[in-house]
Every structure is written in C-alpha cells, then in structure tokens.
C-alpha cells in the first residue's frame, strides 16, 4: 500500500509563493509518474502538473512559467514550487501517483492520491 502525505499549504497574497511537499511510502517510488492536481467546490479535480519518473514535467496550461514540479527520489518526495501565485490559484492541492512511469494528465492515469492540502491566495 502506498501512502502520500501533502504539507506546505497555507494562505498567501497574490503574486507570493508557497512550495508543496508530498512524501510517499513504498520502496518503488522512483519507477511511477507522480501528479499534482487541484481542485476547488463544485468542479472537477485538475492538472496541475506532473513528473516522470525520469524527471520529464508537463504541466496545465493555467499554471505555465509560474509553477514547477521537481522530485526527489531519494527522500520519496515530489514538491511542486508555486510562483506569482493568483487568487484563482485557491484550491485544495492533491498529489497523486501515476500508475505508469511516465506523465499523465487524467485522474485516471494516477492511482494513489494522497488527503490534499488547502491553498488559499488572498487578493
């Protein structure tokens, strides 16, 4: 069983920043895409960004030049650096393991989530 564990949430102005951590148990950490997604009340949950397992990123347009998906294999962690954060960036941040080596970009493609974690971008 796989288990990811979200923190760095929190409350910022717009145009600051905030670093998203996420730790992952098991020893095959290294061989999965691992994903951030988001998601706000009353919509589906979105791509944010995601990693391959070599380190490959992709990201969803709204977040292009601002943010950036990194990972540690190592430490079992994926982090995802948050710039010039916008209001409209507010959202429960969730990470999320791919079931594949490489990237996806659909909820369908990932299965292990972690519990997310708030973020909030005041104006």
């Known amino acids: 069983q796989v288990q990811l564990v979200e923190s760095g949430g929190g409350l910022v102005q717009a145009g600051g920043s905030l670093r998203l951590a996420c730790a992952a148990s098991?020893?095959?950490?290294?061989?999965?895409?691992m994903g951030w997604f988001h998601q706000t009340p009353g919509k589906e949950r979105e791509f944010v960004a995601g990693i391959s397992w070599s380190g490959g990123s992709t990201y969803g347009d709204s977040v292009k030049g601002r943010f950036t998906i990194s990972r540690d294999n190592t430490k079992r962690t994926v982090y995802l650096q948050m710039n010039r954060l916008k209001p409209e960036d507010t959202a429960v941040y969730y990470c999320?393991?791919?079931?594949?080596?490489?990237?996806?970009?659909?909820?369908?493609?990932?299965?292990?989530w972690g519990q997310g974690t708030q973020v909030t971008v005041s104006s």
């Open positions: 999320a393991r791919g079931a594949r080596p490489w990237v996806g970009v659909n909820r369908d493609d990932y299965d292990y």
């Open positions: 098991g020893r095959t950490f290294d061989q999965y895409g």
